[in-house]
């Protein structure tokens, strides 16, 4: 093989606290994210909200063994698929992973600056959401673009983007598996009566409406799992994680949950189907709160299908994803280029330095309607 | 052929006034049905606000040529659908097709006392509407059962249902033929351009947060549409008809037409991907009130996919989803037989004298929890 410089995946993410010294800071970051959440005097309310807040999260990640596994599982997966990568796709090999996370080590910052040390000239900014939001994948690829200008490093590295990747058949695959997994430890007995309840994190109906194209991808993921197994299930999908006071897409999983054991369900698997790693969702919200809600409700039969962690068949869907990305001809998604119909963000949908042609969306157009003179109403506006 | 009893097909619809006279008391049978709008003194309640809301209702349906086509389309794809499938099912042959609308003639009873009279014994209650929703395939399931048993025709018929077929192969390619359609008659040198907005009827969100599948099996049907026509177009889901006072799913077709009008976008096919024949939703607020909107907001080349009507395509593959039905050893999908989490109507999920096995699913369990002693909270009422 030709000694070459490396091709850099850098898998974006939101991150975890590795300890539970990094929980407020990872709250704080959090809460300055204007692209999730907006708050008058940002700084200072963010930090202030992130302070009070951060007791009860330590305590969460207490009772999950003291921090979340996001970056170890995350480390793992880029490691997984590199090996497989240097072998489906030696023209561009060697590949190196990189984590870049939102809110905790290691940041985008980091990522960069190792990637410029290492001579990587080709990079894919690959998110590690499957299901495109503005909120996660966008929030995450305009964080990365800032500190690459930031940095002066605009100009070191081609780039190209995976930014959804829902609906992927090696993905949808994986997924399946552990679902079948999780229905394999069902009693053979009960195993036709088990209710799949598909549970992803929900979003505020405000993002929705803006037309953030999240909740159709989670759906086509689940539609396309649910085909992949066979079908012969019955399968709600529901919303988790919706805390604070803003108004979240719905049905939210608990009280699915209540209402399933209220019916007299008794045998529930629960599938995170958004998640491709164990972190406090799954670890807590799922596991420890919604099975005591499960527990009382009467589903006395509540089990979670594994999240995909370091499954070799996960592994192999990562490296998939990317080899076909490598190998196509698309710098991104086709719907990366259409806005959400409220975007209010004019980074959005950027791809800094294209490794393909990319052009940028714009926000506003430029030239007037002829013969119209009233501005046109944004969504939420009605 | 052996001369035998017929099949009855009986199609399920919300129905249409086919004249302006009709269109006073479609709109009171439409605020009478209990299992769309709960309203405190229905009876009273409902005749009043269908005489305020008619005279602006039949303006709408003047302009569309005074009257709703969905009569006329719908006995033309029943003709269509029931000759086929006396080619493709000899063995049920004859098929006879029966219309049932819910608020318009001919009504279920109309429809049951025909089959009586032709010696219908096996029937399907097949639901015009591909993606369920309680409102509307729930609520014309529920009206053809309680007009069997007042009429004394409970046992008069076998029953199966086709209550969904949101992802059957042939409507999905059926529907993609539309789309193709629809993008033939844009300049070909813009049609890589083309927005594709797909646009379901709303529903409100307090439906949506109970638990209703029709989000879901919506997003399923556009994204195997996507898929079918090899995907290579940017494409939003919005939703139309979001009128009253009540909180709707979003974002709203109106709002993303002028989102896209202000972003530049000048070519947008819209898609009714729930609609399978013309009739005020298309006729009037796609073609009439969003044109409009569209031309305002700079979208100077706004086309619609045309309806599938008659389209042989179309009939072709309402006649296989109820072949495969026939065929098959199923009185109604898997999804039937899971009440939503919310559910608070004992008759849903019914079949009437099943010609298949079915089992109600309870709405409550009869059995206390062990160890439980507070009530499971219904979604809603956190």
């Known amino acids: 093989m030709v000694n070459q410089e490396p091709t850099g ?12 010294d990094e929980v407020e800071p990872f709250l704080r970051n959090l809460f300055l994210d204007r692209e999730i959440i907006q708050l008058p005097v940002q700084e200072r309310l963010g930090a202030f909200i992130a302070k009070r807040r951060a007791p009860k999260l330590r305590k969460l990640y207490e009772a999950i063994g003291g921090g979340s596994p996001l970056y170890d599982w995350t480390a793992r997966q880029g490691q997984g698929m590199a090996e497989r990568l240097d072998v489906l796709c030696p023209e561009t090999a060697p590949h190196r992973f990189y984590l870049a996370f939102r809110y905790t080590d290691p940041t985008s910052e980091q990522a960069l600056r190792r990637m410029a040390a290492d001579g ?20 995450s690829l305009n964080e990365l673009w800032r500190t690459a200008r930031r940095l002066a490093l605009a ?14 058949p090696a993905f949808v695959r994986a997924m399946a598996a552990k679902v079948r997994e999780g229905l394999a430890r069902f009693d053979e007995a009960v195993r036709d009566d088990v209710v799949l309840l598909f549970s992803a994190h929900s979003l505020p109906r405000r993002v929705i409406d803006r037309g953030d194209p999240y909740l159709q991808e989670v759906a086509a993921t689940v539609h396309d799992v649910m085909c992949s197994i066979g079908g012969d299930h019955e399968y709600a999908l529901s919303f988790q994680a919706d805390v604070g006071p803003v108004a979240w897409q719905g049905p939210s999983t608990e009280s699915v949950i209540r209402a399933l054991g209220a019916q007299g369900r008794r045998h529930v698997l629960i599938v995170g189907i958004i998640f491709t790693t164990d972190h406090l969702d799954t670890l807590s919200e799922i596991d420890m709160e919604f099975a005591e809600v499960a527990r009382e409700a009467g589903v006395t039969d509540f089990r979670r299908a594994p999240a995909p962690n370091d499954d070799p068949v996960f592994l192999d869907a990562l490296a998939e994803v990317v080899a076909d990305h490598l190998h196509g001809e698309r710098g991104c998604s086709r719907q990366f280029s259409l806005r959400c119909a409220g975007c209010t963000n004019a980074q959005c949908r950027e791809i800094l330095n294209p490794a393909r042609p990319h052009r940028q969306p714009p926000l506003h157009r430029t030239e007037p309607v002829p013969g119209v003179g009233r501005q046109p109403a944004l969504p939420g506006s009605r």
Chains 1, 2 share one sequence.
């Open 9 to 20: 995946i850098v898998m974006l993410n939101l991150g975890g606290p590795r300890s539970l």
């Open 120 to 139: 990587v000239r080709r990079a894919v900014a690959f998110a590690q959401y499957p299901q495109y939001s503005c909120t996660t994948t966008g929030s």
């Open 155 to 168: 100009e070191s590295f081609e780039w190209s983007v995976i930014d959804r990747w829902s609906a992927h």
